[in-house]
Nanobody, 122 residues
Framework: QGQLVESGGGLVQAGGSLRLSCAASESIFSNAAMGWYRQAPGKQRELVADITSGGNTNYADSVKGRFVISRDNAKNTVYLQMNSLKPEDTAVYYC????????????????WGRGTQVTVSS
C-alpha cells in the first residue's frame, strides 16, 4: 500500500465523462503492466482495462469504445478516460501495477491502489 495513488472518481450523470489517474513510483511503473479494475457492490472485482509497458492495451467488452486507457511514462501515471458512462459502470475502481518480470512464483510484484468511487446516476 502507498505505492499507487488514485484520483479522479466522483459522481456523474449517465452519458457523462470522468478521467481517473493513478500515480506510481518510477521503480514500479517503468516495468509494469498497469491496469484498472472495478468492483461493484455484491460483485467480484473485474478487469476494466490494462496497458503493458510497451503500450499494448486490453479492454473488457463492456467498456470497449467508451473507455480509453493510457500511460504517461514521464509522469509515471496511468489514466482511464471514461466516456458515455452508464449506471452499470458504478463501482470502486482500483489501479493495479503488475510486474512484467515473471518469476517461478508469478509476477515479481503486484500492487493495488486503495480505490476510488465512481457513481453514475441515471
Amino acid at each position: 500500500q502507498g505505492q499507487l495513488v488514485e484520483s479522479g472518481g466522483g459522481l456523474v450523470q449517465a452519458g457523462g465523462s470522468l478521467r481517473l489517474s493513478c500515480a506510481a513510483s518510477e521503480s514500479i511503473f517503468s516495468n509494469a503492466a498497469m491496469g484498472w479494475y472495478r468492483q461493484a457492490p455484491g460483485k467480484q472485482r473485474e478487469l476494466v482495462a490494462d496497458i503493458t509497458s510497451g503500450g499494448n492495451t486490453n479492454y473488457a467488452d463492456s467498456v470497449k469504445g467508451r473507455f480509453v486507457i493510457s500511460r504517461d511514462n514521464a509522469k509515471n501515471t496511468v489514466y482511464l478516460q471514461m466516456n458515455s458512462l452508464k449506471p452499470e459502470d458504478t463501482a470502486v475502481y482500483y489501479c493495479n501495477a503488475k510486474s512484467m518480470q515473471i518469476t517461478f512464483w508469478g509476477p515479481k510484484y503486484d500492487y493495488w491502489g486503495r480505490g476510488t468511487q465512481v457513481t453514475v446516476s441515471s
